[in-house]
């Protein structure tokens, strides 16, 4: 059990009036959650303080080796009030995950899961009511040595701060266009694709800026090493219905990022008696299978957006216009249960919603 010290703001921010307008990761709430990690001590002091400015010293190692790590989840308004959580513990365990492979010490689960419980409970008047509308929950880690020698640092700070977010689809689900990428990678194996790392969203920004400049909302990215087989969607894992069948790449090679929403709709479409693939696929696959009509289905998964489906997919002078461009049978029950098992409506399978107050 973490010994948190809370320090409430006097002065309460006011919410915001029009929950129509909230945007994405734009406003953020009254107080966050501080922990401090220090070689032979472990993690200590953990706080909730009022939401403001850290003071770094301008040599603290994230902002010249980005040493650092981050989280996303969820904070929901069910019917009745009370708020819930969609598999937390799904998020800790990755967040220590992505903290081996870039050398950060680990948190103690239990104690992130509490330090992320206690502030939403804190900030429960933050979570917004209209459907659709979440508090987003940003957990991230970053060394805080300063000095410039490139190794580990031996002091870090964990942090979580809040942000009422809107709907995704304020209008309905429109489907998206997604630029197949060529010349740039996001993640090769033996790297840190895996990992939730702000390095590889950098490394990324480039590709998304072009794609967008085009008329693209997000790129499609391939295996950094032959440029053959299909990675994942900007922020979101990838699934492709063929003939019935449901095939979404495999994470065995280290370049994916484990998308908890993608293993719940793995978890979701089994228990439905579909039958899905976790496997290599290759774009030529892809285009072979729309070609003979046997693409179905293209859609996207992620926290941000639940479902985002995947309308238009263009590849050189590839253009494939997926489902007419309208949201499929799979990706809209895959939707209407993973949101109605968020917001409290349906039963989901054991331990995926926790009850935080
Ligand atoms: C966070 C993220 C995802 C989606 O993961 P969820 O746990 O489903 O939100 C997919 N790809 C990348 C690159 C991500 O950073």
Request: net charge negative; glycine share 10%.
């Amino acid at each position: 059990m973490l010994d948190l010290k809370i320090t409430k703001r006097k002065d309460l921010k006011p919410k915001p009036a029009d929950e129509s307008k909230l945007g994405f990761g734009r406003i953020f709430t009254d107080h966050m959650f501080i922990m401090n990690y220090t070689e032979g001590i472990g993690w200590h002091d953990p706080r909730i303080v009022p939401y403001g400015p850290f003071e770094l010293e301008p040599s603290c190692m994230v902002f010249h080796y980005a040493q650092e790590m981050f989280e996303g989840l969820k904070a929901y308004r069910a019917a009745d009030n009370s708020i819930l959580l969609f598999r937390p513990q799904k998020n800790i365990e990755r967040m220590n995950r992505t903290n081996r492979r870039i050398c950060i010490p680990e948190v103690n689960p239990d104690d992130a899961l509490q330090a992320i419980m206690e502030l939403v409970k804190l900030e429960r008047d933050w979570v917004p009511h209209s459907e659709g509308t979440s508090l987003y929950i940003r957990p991230f880690i970053f060394a805080t040595d300063p000095q410039l020698g490139v190794h580990p640092s031996k002091t870090y700070i964990f942090a979580i701060i809040l942000s009422p977010v809107g709907s995704y689809y304020p209008e309905g689900i429109n489907p998206v266009k997604i630029l197949v990428e060529t010349e740039y990678v996001r993640a090769v194996r033996g790297g840190t694709g895996f990992a939730k790392v702000g390095g590889n969203y950098a490394a990324s920004l480039i590709a998304q800026a072009e794609a967008e400049r085009l008329g693209f909302a997000q790129v499609l990215w391939l295996d950094g090493i032959e440029h053959k087989y299909i990675d994942e969607v900007g922020s979101m894992n990838v699934f492709f219905v063929i003939d019935g069948e449901i095939i979404t790449p495999s994470l065995d090679q280290g370049n994916i990022l484990p998308g908890i929403t993608r293993s719940s709709c793995i978890e979701l479409l089994r228990s439905w008696g579909y039958t899905v693939t976790e496997r290599k696929l290759a774009l030529s696959e892809v285009i072979e299978a729309y070609r003979n009509g046997k693409l179905d289905e293209a859609f996207g998964t992620g926290t941000a957006a639940v479902i985002s489906p995947i309308g238009e997919l263009v590849s050189g002078d590839d253009r494939l216009v997926i489902g007419d461009n309208k949201i499929g049978p799979v990706a809209q029950k895959l939707y209407d249960t993973l949101t109605g098992i968020q917001w409290g409506r349906i039963k989901g399978f054991e331990g995926w919603v926790v009850k935080v107050c």
